[in-house]
């Protein structure tokens, strides 16, 4: 099927009247799809009090996760055939009906559905936002602007818990999703008063049975990860199914994209270092981010017994270390090297990790904090400069399917790291509490209806579950340092093809280099 909508612009050289709206409302919206990654965590005890059937639990955000990931790459690439903002439009769309239907769910069973929706609007957002940045500043510029949307993810992951425990105590979980309506209108206005593209027209060719092929097979693995031990075992006929198709997709997806005029995911680009390394920190990043954003909070709740807010304020320092710290990494990579500089964050990942397996029952909430902004630390200094190397290698038609490749490793990171933190809370619990006590452990009003013997049974199965998840966190954060030494030590110069064309217009029968202009 052939479609048209490529699109061109000057890049833009600082910030200022007529780029000010259009980074503000695409940090809005990234801003929202970020936030629901994390905003159920606190919220979910009320969540399943409201609605029951706690065999669904974890589904509310991993299902948000598997959507978001499988969805990305296939996005980031119809960015590149179809224009920026078409896609980023539908992908707001898509993500608004996700949030109004979420938040009128019945039922548990509709609230999974309707989150895997909103993941599906999160796939297009995450990297054609990160994508139309890329676009519109040349690099020395695009590192300063990365940092601040990298900073996006911190805030979230700080006001996610908080306002998700603010927002079920003081009104209902609901409004959790009711909240992104007004903003994600705004931003749609915003984005129809200042941004434009305006570009060449081309042919392009949808790559279906890849696009098809990918989103069998990452499904499959998704599905196989998530429920492997949880749902049912590993030795199971559900999981050598799952492992078959997944393996078998994987072969077909690998063989269609080889001969494919237009992969949805192509292959040449993993052969140059910068992109194959990035999309393995990208991947880290992602377990680092859930890991502590998932554990953190129930650390505290759990074994501090503190209640939902706390709990996200808990998380507070990472969340103002990872914005503090993206903030300035741009500014260091060009100075020091985005190598040296990602070294060094994920270094501090380690650490804090290291840190936090040294909580225990007696642990103060401010040693807690503590050791978080460090991990926050680490990931303002890491994610950024990866980001904003990966983007300065690839031409302008690859740009968007290699930025939501990296989108996708950070998502596929977290779903595997929310697994694999499941797994070892489930199997530290398994016969010493019910769902039920558990819920009640994790709630102010019921611990009073336990024993304190009991509580005493439930908090210390959930230490040990944690420290083995954190043990988890930290391998990644070891993986992520070890694949940034063969990260280049000086960052080749941009391509020809992704800078120059961003200085004029291509020919017609080329892609341009850059998309949105704002008007003035």
Known sequence: MAAAATSATEPLPALDRRTIPVIVSLMLTLF?????????????????????????????????????????????????????????????????????????????????????????????????????????????????????????????????????????????????????????????????????????????????????????????????????????????????????????????????????????????????????????????IGMIRIGISFQVPLFVQGVLSKDAVQAGLALAPMSIGWPLAGSFSGKLSLRYGYRTIALVGMACCALGVCLLLTLGANSSFLTVSAFAFVVGIGLGLSATPVLVALQSAVEWKQRGVATGSQMFMRNFGSVVGLALVGLSLNHALAGKATSRTISQVLSVHGRSGLSQPARNAIQLALLTGMHTAFVVVLISAVGGFVALLSFPRQQDAPAKAAVKPEAQPAPSTQAPDAVAAPQR
Not at 184 to 197: H, K, P, S, W, Y
Not at 209 to 234: F, I, K
Request: proline fraction near 5%; charge should be positive.
């Open 32 to 284: 929202l799809t970020a936030l629901d990654t994390t905003i159920v965590n606190t919220a979910l005890p009320s969540i399943s009090g409201s609605l029951g059937n706690f065999a669904l639990y974890a589904w509310v955000p991993s299902i948000y996760l598997l959507t978001t990931a499988v969805s990305t790459p296939i996005w980031g690439k119809l960015a590149d055939l179809y224009g920026r903002r078409p896609v980023l439009y539908a992908g707001m769309g898509i993500f608004l009906l996700g949030s109004v239907l979420s938040g009128a769910a019945p039922s548990m069973l509709f609230l999974v559905i309707t989150r895997a929706v909103q993941g599906l609007g999160a796939g297009a957002v995450q990297p054609v936002t990160t994508t139309i940045v890329g676009d519109m500043f040349e690099p020395k510029q695009r590192a300063r602007v990365q940092g601040l949307f990298s900073s996006v993810w911190g805030v979230a992951a700080l006001l996610g818990p908080l306002s998700g425990g603010l927002l079920s105590d003081n009104l209902s979980w609901r409004w959790i999703f009711y909240v992104n309506v007004p903003i994600v209108i705004l931003a749609f206005v915003l984005l129809q008063l200042f941004f434009v593209e305006r570009g060449v027209h081309r042919d392009h060719r949808l790559d279906y049975r890849g696009a098809s092929l990918m989103t069998l097979t990452l499904t499959a693995l998704l599905l196989l990860v998530l429920n492997g031990e949880t749902v049912w075992p590993w030795l199971s006929v559900q999981s050598a199914l799952l492992a078959v198709l997944a393996a078998g997709g994987a072969v077909l997806l690998v063989r269609e994209e080889r001969r494919a005029a237009e992969p949805v995911l192509p292959l040449k680009l993993f052969r140059m270092r910068v992109v194959a390394v990035s999309t393995v920190v990208g991947f880290c």
